[in-house]
């Protein structure tokens, strides 16, 4: 345990872990331009909070219907039906003060105010999650933050001291609410932020720097098809890099039999070796994780504008 005596950390997920705009669910029915205006019209943070206190979706659509009338049919059930685009991806670094907090021996739990009939898009996506001991959603629970009652329940379901645990949200209220059961809050705008603020509560130490170059291997065509596309989206061979949280890299000492590992099947005038030399704002923790050996893993997109490509060969 730290000096400190904490012993957990709860986090809100959306904006804190996972990013989430409403605005392309909508786009798919609706000009870019005319969202915004729409969902001031239908009040759309009031009607979602209300699926994200358990009404299900079907009562919620039906009640826009019939206020707004049939024309706006299609673009109010856009938002169910579109909601994998309303997820972002992951707020970069936060990953990275998840896994440090986990090797310092801490508890993560989440609590988020979430409707549970979308956020199962989010548990398939996003392997992030599966850091947490337990995800408490608003919706499966009928209440929702910054109600005392779900702090209560959170407290209560995972024999949590209040005194020895810590709440992270971006929403000043639901801080205030967590306060207000004797949790310590924290309220999120950045992880930087927030791992600074952990350093003076004594969960973390400084980060440890990476002053080494580190590598991560690619075959040919998924390197061309990312630089097409302007972004490269893997964390391994096959392997998302939502899907697993972080963009797995290696030390140059451990090229040889992770090459062996990932592509026996390819020549190495097929494989790309993507070096990156690490700056200090980098997400950067080295972890073991189920691996025999610790390896860097990158919190966060690969930057391949800071990106040195050469074939393997």
Not at 142 to 149: E, G, I, L
Request: aromatic share 8%; no cysteine; net charge negative.
């Amino acid at each position: 345990m730290n000096a400190a005596g904490y012993d957990t950390v709860v986090f809100d997920l959306g904006a804190v872990v996972l990013g989430w705009d409403p605005v392309p669910a909508f786009a798919t029915v609706l000009p870019a331009a005319e969202v915004p205006p729409f969902l001031e019209q239908i009040g759309f943070s009031t009607w979602n909070h209300t699926q994200d206190a358990g009404r299900p979706f079907d009562d919620g659509e039906a009640e826009l219907i019939e206020k707004f009338g049939d024309q706006h049919a299609a673009a109010i059930r856009a938002y169910r039906s579109n909601f994998e685009l309303t997820l972002t991806g992951m707020i970069p670094g936060t990953g990275a003060v998840i896994a440090e907090l986990q090797r310092a021996g801490i508890r993560l739990v989440a609590l988020t105010n979430w409707s549970h009939e979308t956020f199962p898009h989010a548990q398939r996506r996003f392997g992030l999650l599966r850091r947490f001991s337990d995800i408490l959603v608003s919706g499966a629970e009928r209440m929702v933050k910054p109600d005392p009652a779900i702090f209560r329940l959170l407290i209560e379901r995972n024999g949590l001291d209040p005194a020895r645990a810590i709440f992270v949200d971006d929403v000043e209220r639901n801080v205030t609410g967590a306060e207000a059961v004797g949790l310590t809050g924290i309220q999120f705008t950045d992880a930087d932020a927030l791992r600074a603020r952990l350093v003076e509560l004594g969960l973390l130490g400084p980060r440890e720097p990476v002053t080494e170059p580190v590598f991560h291997l690619t075959d040919v065509e998924t390197w061309r098809a990312a630089m097409d596309a302007g972004g490269y989206l893997w964390s391994t061979r096959d392997v998302g890099y939502d899907l697993q949280g972080y963009v797995h890299l290696s030390f140059a000492g451990q090229l040889p039999a992770l090459r062996q590992r990932l592509y026996p099947d390819r020549a190495d005038a097929e494989l790309i070796l993507l070096e990156l030399r690490p700056e200090p704002a980098d997400p950067l923790v080295v972890e073991d994780l189920d691996a025999e050996e610790p390896y860097p893993h990158l919190y966060a997109p690969l930057p391949v504008d800071r990106v040195q490509a050469k074939p393997l060969s």
